[in-house]
């Protein structure tokens, strides 16, 4: 039998029991070794009316890095988004959170919107997307040439290393009353304490992603004969580009997260003015919508700039 | 009159701290456009020797030179290809050919563009020219990396377990490749690997070692019995399995798996 099936076409629909066929010849040239061999067609027998598919597909929702269509991974993000939304409007419409505490969406969005035409909202959130840029900038400036020294030259990496990872772990917001003290309560305290929240995070980030540049790609470029300077900008720097580009994305969204801590400083400007302003008054809604602004911001900014890193890095 | 010295190993040693890892003293003269493997276990160091050569290492002990003069400070008379991230993936397949010509002043832009379509067609990547690393084979990926080190005028090949990543029909291709290729743009080759069958097949001489730290147990002449000419056909005859079986049987002994057996 094992010799009919291997031989010539297979009957169609054949081919699944074939296998299970001889997987069990196998098994009976095993078990032939132990006992004698008249066990065989028995074992045969057993083994061929089985179901033609083993195991039902897996859910692909769930599976461990399963395959979802794009179109449903969408549809996932507006039903999850729309079910927070309505649990929320729900929560507040039936009585089970206080209104005053925790206005619903609906009430949330009509704020928005009458901030945006009666109270400049969108001059404020400029004004702030302003400071953020510029102290981010300044951060990147100075952390990307830092960094990566830090990481090429061991020197400059054992004599940065100590300061950079101490200030690191210093809490904005504590000090707050020494750049009050160096710059007064004008812009530049504001822009100081936004660098600061950003920079140190982003050297060491920055020192990271040269370090992870991989060796031979530095000794490909001296062995075509490039000098170490050529080598650092040829080869080094744009071999660290994509996950460079990554990390100034996501720290720019830490970036936002201390415009609160940098805003509540004697500003009369600015997103975190409004909100810090409005929670002086009890005003719940127009904090939830300073909040729900700054994160609309940030949404639209990473998606754009994640379209710019697929646009730039159309090789990965 | 024998042909003058090319590549010596001067009484060679290495060191990281306290691991041996060159056994002192290594010494082997290589000969110009000659195809040296370096057989052994892997870890043994005979990479490390290798890159000694590529200036990418320093000896602790004793010299190598190169015509002559003491190695220095890598550059692109000793080209370096290596088992992987052998091309640069923001570059395009010609574009890292060309890489390899980058930084060379004595080339005009319409040399350098001859040169550089000659390599792409010699390791048959012409139609491939405009296409990132990632979209291409994993063979082609190191095809890429020979032409531009071809392309940089490297007078020394070091390759570094180029095909180890391949699987066996791409390897075979590339082997007979490379051997065609050695005999038609005249090079001297390091070729580092642990596979056997590849090193009798490529190798002029293989070199074979013990286990780390590196010693040369054996240095076998495989041109005097195989012929400069490397065929197919070759792999199945009866020389090439007993010359195998005999490199075979020199690794085992190196790496102590003869006893066991």
């Avoid at chain 1, 990481?151 to 904005?172: K, Q």
């Avoid at chain 2, 005009?108 to 979209?135: C, I, M, Q, S, W």
Wanted: proline content about 6%; aromatic content about 10%.
């Amino acid at each position: 039998m094992p010799g009919g099936t291997l031989h010539g076409a297979p009957p169609p629909g054949a081919i699944n029991s074939q296998q299970s066929r001889l997987r069990d010849h196998r098994v009976t040239i095993i078990k032939a070794t132990v006992s004698a061999a008249p066990h065989a067609p028995a074992a045969n027998a057993a083994s061929t009316p089985r179901p033609l598919r083993r195991n039902p597909p897996r859910n692909q929702f769930f599976a461990f890095r399963g395959t979802l269509s794009k179109r449903a991974q969408i549809l996932t993000a507006i039903g999850s988004t729309l079910f927070v939304l309505a649990v929320w409007e729900l929560s507040t419409r039936l009585g089970l959170i206080n209104a005053t505490f925790l206005p619903p969406p609906s009430v949330t969005l009509e704020t928005l919107w009458n901030m945006i035409l009666h109270k400049n909202l969108l001059m404020h959130a400029g004004i702030s997307t302003l400071r953020i840029w510029v102290a981010f900038a300044l951060a990147v400036i100075m952390a990307v040439p830092i960094g990566i020294a830090m990481s090429s030259f061991r020197g400059v990496g054992a004599a940065l290393e100590p300061i950079v990872d101490f200030i690191r772990y210093l809490p904005v917001p504590a000090l707050v009353p020494l750049s009050i003290i160096w710059f007064g309560v004008g812009e530049t305290t504001k822009i100081f304490l936004l660098w600061l929240g950003t920079f140190f995070q982003l050297v060491l980030l920055v020192a990271d992603d040269m370090r992870r540049v991989p060796q031979e790609y530095v000794e490909i470029s001296y062995t075509v004969g490039a000098r170490p300077r050529q080598m650092l900008t040829d080869v080094a720097f744009r071999a660290m580009l994509p996950s460079l580009f990554d990390n100034l994305r996501i720290t720019l969204g830490w970036c936002w997260t201390y415009l609160i801590i940098a805003e509540i400083v004697a500003a009369d400007t600015g997103l975190g003015f409004v909100i810090w302003a409005a929670r002086r008054y009890m005003n719940t809604s127009e904090v939830m919508a300073g909040v729900v602004a700054i994160g609309l911001i940030g949404l639209v900014t990473d998606q754009i700039l994640r379209l710019v890193h697929k646009r730039l890095f159309r090789y990965l | 009159m024998a042909p003058a010295p090319y590549l010596v190993f001067d009484g060679v040693a290495k060191y990281f701290g306290d691991l041996e890892v060159v056994a002192p003293f290594f010494n082997l003269t290589i000969k110009r456009n000659e195809f040296v493997v370096f057989l052994g276990p892997s870890g043994s160091g005979k990479t490390t020797l290798m890159r000694m050569v590529g200036g990418l290492e320093t000896p602790s002990v004793g010299e190598i030179r190169l015509d002559g003069l003491p190695i220095g400070a890598p550059d692109r008379e000793r080209g370096m290809v290596f088992q992987s991230y052998s091309s640069f993936p923001w570059l395009t397949v010609s574009e890292n050919v060309a890489y390899g010509m980058k930084y060379r002043h004595d080339m005009t832009p319409e040399r350098k563009k001859k040169r550089l379509d000659h390599y792409l067609e010699l390791v048959g990547l012409t139609d491939f020219a405009d296409f990132y690393p990632n979209k291409v084979s994993g063979g082609m990926r190191q095809r890429i990396a020979i032409a531009r080190t071809l392309a940089a005028g490297s007078e020394v090949l070091l390759m570094d377990e180029p095909f180890g990543a391949l699987d066996a029909q791409r390897r075979e291709g590339l082997q007979l490749e490379l051997r065609r290729i050695h005999r038609q743009d005249a090079k001297t080759i390091i070729f580092v690997t642990h596979d056997v069958d590849e090193a009798v097949f490529l190798a002029d001489r293989i070199v074979v070692f013990s286990k780390r730290p590196a010693r040369m147990l054996e240095d076998v002449d495989i041109s005097a019995e195989l012929g400069p000419d490397r065929t197919i056909a070759l792999r199945d005859s009866e020389q090439f399995f007993k010359l195998r079986t005999r490199i075979l049987r020199m690794v085992r002994a190196a790496t102590g798996e003869e006893e066991k057996v």
